[in-house]
């Protein structure tokens, strides 16, 4: 999970607990778990040795421009960390169109993030050995088809009955 409220709301309960004296197991949790599916993410593109990654969605979700904690902002971080090719798809994170606090965000936290961004999804495919599927945008099934020699890594059970063999996830 990502975005601004919901990380954000759990520190804030985990927080108001440890003050209180409240046992939390389950939300003292929930933070590390969330960091160790990034991990998880990470160790399934690398584990298959190519370098060119094209991955699909940066913002938390579909439909939104808000890269605030977003568990993909941080995987891609990691990737370019790691030296790998990634370019970066998601219509709604159009740097031209972006504003506010979302812009300030990109120029200050992750601008050599915002470099990798490509205005088109094709070119993105079409360079990468590995596909990432960071969100459930559906512009990205139609795009996929006839993509069988591609890796795909599905990180939210977008194409859990696809027949591509290539497929491989987290989460579902």
Request: glycine content about 10%; aromatic content about 8%; charged content about 25%.
């Amino acid at each position: 999970f990502g975005g601004s409220c919901l990380p954000k709301d759990v520190r804030a309960l985990t927080y108001r607990a440890g003050q209180l004296d409240v046992e939390h197991p389950l939300l003292a949790s929930i933070m590390s778990s969330n960091r160790s599916q990034v991990q998880n993410a990470f160790d399934l593109v690398s584990g298959f040795n190519k370098r060119r990654i094209g991955l699909l969605g940066l913002s938390f979700k579909a439909g939104s421009d808000d890269l605030r904690e977003s568990p993909l902002v941080e995987l891609a971080e990691m990737l370019i960390g790691k030296g790998y090719e990634l370019r970066i798809f998601d219509a709604n994170v159009e740097y031209a169109r972006v504003f506010g606090a979302n812009r300030d965000y990109i120029e200050w936290k992750i601008p050599h993030v915002s470099s990798l961004l490509c205005n088109d999804l094709d070119q993105v495919i079409d360079g990468a050995e590995i596909i990432v599927l960071g969100n459930n945008d559906p512009r990205f099934a139609q795009a996929l088809e006839g993509n069988g020699d591609k890796q795909i890594v599905d990180l939210v059970g977008f194409m859990p009955n696809a027949s591509n063999a290539t497929q491989e996830g987290i989460c579902w």
